[in-house]
Every structure is written in structure tokens, then in C-alpha cells.
């Protein structure tokens, strides 16, 4: 055989192989032909869309005096008039007196404007000058300018053309030719200012790019040893013996993420470190900023490298995951892929600068952590939007590390084909299980939690009129079919034994009905005065005072019974139900007595979405945690939870019944210091009732089944 027959014959045995790999043909085939046009037409589209917003929303511009807002009103209303004669739609323009500084334009006042005129020596020819201070970090101040200039420059030109027409052949007296004809052709000046400072104007340069980079980078630089760690270490043969260790699956699969997560996070730092530098000294940053004067905000650098420590682990996490899949390395490349691309669709809502980190939009996964990093840079995130995004992105990595804890150990992973996979989902292969895993547990609570906080933000904007019903239909949604449904449907459906994991039972001694009624009666107060104490210490939120005094004003008119239903007995339960019941089990089945107890009752506290209760609510979650440890029931919580929920209610609704127990007449319940004689003996009542738990030991009243951990 010649060479070239033999070349030819290994060629065709090659490009065979590879045709007939169905992973391969999607990587080179469908990935690029398909899925980017799609992406790319589909951002193309978001963005146009999202400008069309911005211009189509009301721009509010304020002013010095009454004389000026009534003048500028007056050219704006005589502008609309025109455009709509014209068939166009004009922008929409409020003008307001104010005095909003020019560093606090933004979201709520775009733009300042003084009116005046330019000295000349005819007082036929006056100019027109209009100084518009703007914000050119914030893309509603930057576009209101825009379009007020756009305004200005058209109407400049009517007055241009009226005034030729007019006085055409005219000698204008007392005015040089040139002098003349330049007042002519130019009769309104318009000077904008921008009021953002050198470090706003380098955050925003910085926050155009670095953000997608910063994730895109983080996970890209873990794919390589994510894919060693899993796949190379079965193409190498050493996998098998690796999992004989006498070490547990939980341990081996947390050690070799920690790895992949340390270098993801050293390559993203070692490239933020260079993007900035190159902008920085490159000029590029000044390019971008129209050549005004920056500053590089240096010491945003740190808080956003901390903030992608748990970013950092929630891929690496998911990488270490996916790998475990694939039988070579080769073939962990191809299961990489979609992974990066499905973190960078919402990764690139960056482009859309209207898209602000508030809503929904602080606990969608990337998404959040893309448009935080943009906001440290620009220097306009607060603590709370760190503080969530950090809890709610901690929250995925620790659930994906569960999951992936659990995939590494699977027999259908470790000797993976294409029939063993399905072993993964079949019900018939499930064995029957009395309780639920960490790693079930975790991943619902990851999956429930962007839905339970989208949830509480739509019922948190409906008006008063509409509040019972916004709130029934909110408790049958999140309550009845995301807190207690779904956690029931998932058992059914793993062959989880409901009685054991959801704790079914009576309990029968006599104190524990006692601690139950003195821990009912004192918990309230324990937490309100610790929220008080807190209080000294930490700001509270405006808004969330803002939010609680909306919320009185809407309780204020509805029936008690309604209202200690709809807050009280109905959270109770559903919330018991669930991290009590669902989550205590599950992480129970891993973890030791207070370790469980502990995590369940953080990701309690976290799933409340208040920053100053969190910690409340947490120990809250504690007590009500050791409270069904120790009796093994799910119902002395849910008696104790409905009376800590109704107290304040109660209180709140009769005043006569307050003062009789110490609160002064007049004063927000919430928010008042409760005397003395209330204090102390509910402290009392309190510690009495955690000592009758404490005295409940024997085997028959723990959570953890004989022969399991705990």
C-alpha cells in the first residue's frame, strides 16, 4: 500500500470516529451554527428593547425657582404639541423645583437645568443658554440629557429658520456681520455638565467589561482542573482506587472542589489584575470616558474578589459535577461547553444598563453576581445587595457541592455508559429511604429560594384594597404548593418515608407540652428585645421601616382572624413543614446534631430576605429546630411558631390590652422597649422552657433513627 493510500485510510478512520460521536458533532456543529446566531440576535434584540424603555419612560428635571419651571414647562408642552402635529412621539419630561445635589442625580432626579441668556451688544440678537447637569454614569440621567439636548437642538433650529425667514435682507444694527450671523445660526446654546465624579467615571468604565470577564474567566480557569480531577483521573485509572480510601464521599469530593474553586479563583484575580492595569495605563479607560479625567477605584478590587469566593465554589461545585460524567477527557470538554455558555447568557445582562440589582434580580444565580460586581465598581451598591447576593450565592455553592458529593458516589457516574445514567432518575430503581439526602435537601433549598423571594417582592407591591386576596393567593403559592406540596411530591416520588421525614407523630409527655406553652408565651419577647438591641449597633434599613409601616397601614383594616391566619398559623405550619420537616431530615442524614440544627436554621433566616432579621430569625430557627430534635414532632414547633408569630399581632390590634401589660399608650408595638416586669419574667420562662427540653435525652426522643449519625 503507498503512503498516500495509507494516509488516506487512517484520515477516513479518524474523521469516521469523530462523526460518530454524537457529543462531538453537537460541540462543532450545533454550538456555533445554531446557539450563538440565536444569542447574538437575541441580545441584539434585548438591547434595543431595553433602549427603547429607557427613552420611553418619564424623565424628571428639576429646577432653581417657579419662573424657570413654568418657562421651561411651557417650551416643553409647546415642543409635544409640534411633535405629535408632526405624527412623532417627543420624549416625556415632569419638571419639578428642587435642589437635588448634581452628585445624587440618577434614578429619581435626572437632570438640573438653568435657564438664562448670553450678553450681547444688540438687543435684537439675544442668545438662549441652557446648563443641563447630568450624571454620565447613570444611563437615565445620561439619556434624559440626550434627549433634552435633542429637544434644544431642535428647537434652535426652528427659531434658526423663523428668524432668516423673517428678517431676511434686514440690516442688523449695532452687530458685526459675523457676529450676526453666527446669533442666527446658532440662537440656543446648550452646556451640559456632568456631575459624576473621577472615581464614578472609572468604576463605570471598569463596570462595562470587567464584570462578564471577572465570571467568564473565574469559570473558564476551573474547567481544566475540574476536568483532571474527575475524568482525567478515570482515563488515568486511578479513579477505582481513589474511591476505596477509607475516606467518605463528602470529604474526597469537597477536597478536590476546594481545589478547582482555589485556582478558578487565582486566574480571575490574576486577570482582573491585568484588565484593570491595561485599562488603566493603555488610556482605554480614558477612550471610553471621552477623555474627562478617572480614577480607578482601587479599593473595590478587594470587597469584589471576596464577593466571587462563593461564586468561585457554586461552579466549581457544578464543574466537578458534570465532569464526573464524562468517561475521558475528551469528552468532559464536551459537557463543559453548555455549562459556559449557560452561565453566560445571564452574565451578559450587563449590556442592558436598566437592568438594575434589585428584585428578583438579587438572587437569579451570575446574573447577580455580574450586575453586583458592576455596582462595587460604579460605587452604587449598599451592603444589603451584597449581603443577599452573597447568602443566596452561598446558598447554590454549598447545594452543588451536596449534589455533586452525591453524583461522584453514584455507581452510575463511577462506571458510567449511557444506560447507567438513567439509574439516576428511574422511581423503579429508587430503594426506599426513611429520610431524604443532604444533597436532596440542599438542592431544593437552592431551587425554592429564588422562587420564594420573587414571590414575597410581588406580594410586597400590591395596594390595600387588594392585600387579603394578594396575600391568600400568596400563601396558597409559596405556602401550600412551593413549602409543603412539592417537599411532599419529591418524597413520594424518592420513596421517602413521609412519617419519619415530616417527624408524624404525637408526642405524648407531658413536658414537653410545657416547654411548648412557656417558650410560646416568652420567645416573642426574647426576639423583640434582641431585634432593639441590634437596633444600637446597626443602622436598621430605611426601606424595611418603610416596608413595616406600609404593612400596618394595610393590617390596619383587616379582620384579626384573618390576619393571624394569613401571618401567623399559615407560615407556621408551611415553614415547619418544610425546614423542620424536609431540610432538618435530609441534612440530618450527613451531618451531626448541631451542624444540621445550624444550617437549616441559617438558610431559615435567609429565606425571611430581611437583612436586620436574619440573625433574629435564625435563632429563631435554632430554638424551633432543637425543639424538633428533641421531641421528634413537627407540631410542638408549629404550636410555638404560630404563638411567637401572633403576639405582636394581638398587641398591635388592641391597644387596651397593651397598655395593660406595661407598653405605653400610643406606641408602634414593633418598635417600642417593653418594661421591665415583662422582660424579666419572660427571660425566666424562656430559659425555663430550653432546660425541659435539655432534660429530654433518652435514644427514643432524638431525630436521628438508632444506628444513624447525629
Known sequence: MSQSRRIGAIYRKELTDILRDRRTLIAMIVIPVVLYPLLMIGFMRAAEGDEARIRAQQFIIEVDNEPTRSELEQVLSQYSQDMLKQGEQGPKFKVLVGHTSGEELGDEVQLRVVLGQEDTDSYLLRRRVVRIMYNEVNVFSRTAMQELSGVFDRIGEFLMRQYLRDNLGDTISGVPAERGIELILEPIVVDTKSTATELQRGGWALGQIVPFILVLLTITGAVYPAIDLTAGER?????????????????????????????????????????????????????????????????ALLIILFCMIPFALLFSAILVAVCSFARTFKEAQNYVMPVIIGAMIPAMVVVMPSIRLEGIMLVVPVANMVLLVRDLFQQTATWTMVIVVLLSTTLYAIAAVAVAARLFGQEAVLFADAGSYKTLFRRSLFPPLERPSISQALLLAALLFPASFYAQSLVSGVSQDNFVGAMSLFALVQFFLMFMLLPLCLAGYLKIDVVRTFRLRWPGKARIWLAVLLLGTSSWVVAHQFLLLQSEYITPSKALAESLETLEAKLAEQSLWVILLLLAVVPAVAEEWLFRGFFLSGTASSLKK?????????????????????????????????????????????????????????????????????????????????????????????????????????????????????
Open 235 to 299: 482515563e488515568r485509572g486511578t479513579l477505582e482506587t481513589l474511591m476505596a480510601a477509607p475516606v467518605p464521599i463528602l470529604q474526597l469530593i469537597v477536597g478536590k472542589f476546594l481545589v478547582v474553586a482555589t485556582i478558578g479563583m487565582f486566574v480571575a484575580a490574576l486577570n482582573v489584575v491585568s484588565v484593570g492595569a491595561t485599562m488603566h495605563f493603555s488610556g482605554l479607560t480614558q477612550a471610553i470616558t471621552s477623555e474627562l479625567p478617572t480614577r480607578l477605584p482601587a479599593s
Open 594 to 710: 448541631w451542624s444540621a440544627i445550624i444550617m437549616v436554621s441559617v438558610i431559615f433566616g435567609i429565606y425571611h430576605f430581611l437583612i436586620d432579621h436574619i440573625l433574629v430569625k435564625a435563632l429563631l430557627g435554632v430554638l424551633l429546630a432543637y425543639l424538633c430534635w428533641q421531641t421528634r414532632s413537627l407540631l410542638p414547633g408549629i404550636i410555638v411558631h404560630i404563638m411567637h408569630n401572633g403576639w405582636v399581632l394581638i398587641l398591635s390590634r388592641y391597644p387596651d390590652l397593651a397598655s395593660r401589660v406595661g407598653l405605653p399608650e400610643d406606641s408602634n408595638v414593633a418598635q417600642a422597649h417593653l418594661p421591665s416586669h415583662i422582660q424579666i419574667p419572660a427571660f425566666i420562662i424562656f430559659v425555663l422552657g430550653v432546660i425541659i427540653l435539655m432534660t429530654i435525652r433518652d435514644h427514643k426522643t432524638s431525630l436521628v433513627p438508632e444506628g444513624g449519625s447525629g
